[in-house]
Structures are given as C-alpha cells and as structure tokens.
C-alpha cells in the first residue's frame, strides 16, 4: 500500500483521535518479522510508535512500491514532511506525525534521512565497500532508532550511538536474510570487496546453491552483525525499565534473524531462513516476563 496525500483526508485534519487509529491500522496491515508495536510497550507510547512507523513504511512504500516517477514522488512526500512542521497536516498520517513531533520535539533531520535512503535506492544497487553500506545504513536504520530515542525521552549522543549500532546491526541481519529477495529486485547488499575477498561472483548471489565460499561470506557478515548487537545492547541497561523491554525485543529479533541463518549453515540462497511463530512468541513472552520482574 502506497500512501496518497488524498488517502483518508477528508474530515481527518481535526480528529487527532481518528489520525492514530489510522496510523494503528496501516502498521498493522504491514508483515514484519517482528511486531512493530508490542504488549510489552507502555500504552501511552503505543500511539506515537505507530505514527512513526507509519511514516517510515509508508517511505519505503513509495521507494520501493510506487508507480511511475519515484523520485518526483519522494520530493513531493519530502515537502509534505516539511509541511507537516509548518503545521500543515492534511493528511491522517501527518495529523498524527506532527502531534507526535510536536509533543517530543523531534527534529526534520531523521525524516529527511529516511526519504533520501530511499532516492538512493532509485539508483544504487550495489556498495563497493562496507564503509559505503554503512552510509547507506546511516541514511536507512538509523534515523528509525533516533526518532525512537526522541519518544522515549533521550536525545543525547550516547544513547544515539548504542542505538545506531543496534539499528545497524538490525539491518544487516535483514540484508543477510533477503539475500535472494534483494538479488530478484536487483540489488546486492554484500560489499564487493567482501564479495572478492572470499573469491564469491557476484553472478553466484543470483544462484540458488550456495558455495562454501558463499556460505563463509554469510558467516563473516553475520559475525558484524552480531558484534553490532553486543555493542548495541548496553542501551538497554540505560532506558526506563518501562521501556528498555521492547527495544530488547527488537535486539533479540535481529539476533533470531542471525540464529536462523547459523542454523541453515549460512544458506541464504536455497531458502530464505525464517523465525518460527513460536520462537518470535517466546522472545515477547521472556520480554514481559523480564519487564514485570523489573529487569
């Protein structure tokens, strides 16, 4: 689902009530591996995350999903953004963004990351070096953890940093799982020079049988990956204990993503390694379970 400025306005702009339950449904209607938005969450916040999200699925929607010129479309959602902090909020989603934005006082800066990883995506396809993918990353995951950070009331660089590598670390772990759903869309998110590194084609990501080289590729991306998350997880120990549970759950979600992909032996071509239902149920389970014992 692509988002139109037309989609639901009418009636929407003075009905701030309407604009999240907007927000909700649209989250909600998106796959993800992990809930967007879960039980473990204080209430209050769950408003305000799902305006967020909705912001960032609905960018990526017009990045990847939209019909005709995407670029012309991201330029226009850019100036709807920048609208949206003139206090122009026509739409549902805006509505909601700008009360949100408003309430915690987050800055255009993360937004208008999130919109130019998505002009990159019009024209980049592959990344020469890791150094390279980090930018992208820097563009892509990380803006989604800083406006996170704003909400939950953390504005510093500290807790900026810890959060960028966890962010990061998400990303790769997805990078790393859709490696095949990437290749069919033309993109290829391994490094070249990791790629030349451990003597892997580029051709050899567009196959569907994984050479024991490719799989020691996966495996030394996937080892930055968690190193990222080892990093990362030292925020957690400083947020709110209300709120340090759902971004552990996140945390172990990418960490899941990694288990996956170890136990099909770094085998991201014949299928695409998947989390159980009941592996994701666990995580947010032990996540509640930890938050009402006050850790």
Excluded at 19 to 48: I, K, M
Aim: charged share 30%; aromatic share 10%; with cysteine.
């Amino acid at each position: 689902m692509v988002v139109t400025r037309d989609a639901g306005e009418a009636g929407t702009a003075g009905n701030l009530g309407s604009a999240y339950r907007w927000c909700r449904d649209y989250a909600r209607g998106h796959q993800e591996n992990f809930t967007v938005v879960s039980w473990v969450l204080p209430r209050e916040l769950r408003p305000h995350f799902f305006s967020l999200y909705s912001f960032c699925r609905a960018t990526d929607d017009i990045g990847d999903e939209a019909e005709g010129d995407r670029l012309a479309q991201l330029n226009d959602w850019e100036r709807e953004l920048l609208r949206c902090y003139e206090g122009v909020r026509e739409q549902p989603l805006f509505a909601a963004l700008g009360h949100t934005i408003d309430r915690y006082h987050i800055p255009p800066e993360p937004f208008l990351r999130l919109i130019e990883a998505n002009r990159m995506d019009q024209h980049k396809t592959r990344f020469a070096t890791y150094d390279e993918l980090l930018h992208y990353c820097e563009h892509s995951a990380t803006p989604v953890g800083r406006m996170v950070l704003y909400v939950l009331g953390y504005r510093d660089e500290r807790h900026q940093a810890l959060s960028d590598a966890t962010c990061i670390g998400l990303q790769l772990a997805n990078f790393w799982q859709d490696v095949t759903v990437d290749a069919a869309k033309g993109r290829v998110y391994l490094p070249a020079e990791d790629l030349a590194k451990y003597g892997v084609a580029e051709d050899d990501v567009f196959g569907q049988t994984a050479s024991p080289s490719f799989r020691r590729l996966i495996r030394f991306e996937v080892k930055r990956a968690q190193e990222l998350f080892r990093e990362g997880r030292q925020l957690e120990g400083m947020l709110d204990r209300r709120s340090r549970a759902d971004v552990r759950l996140f945390r172990l979600g990418g960490e899941a993503i990694l288990d996956a992909i170890t136990a099909a032996k770094y085998d991201v071509l014949s299928a695409r390694p998947r989390i159980e239902k009941r592996k994701k149920a666990w995580l947010a389970l032990s996540s509640g379970v930890r938050l009402k014992l006050g850790f």
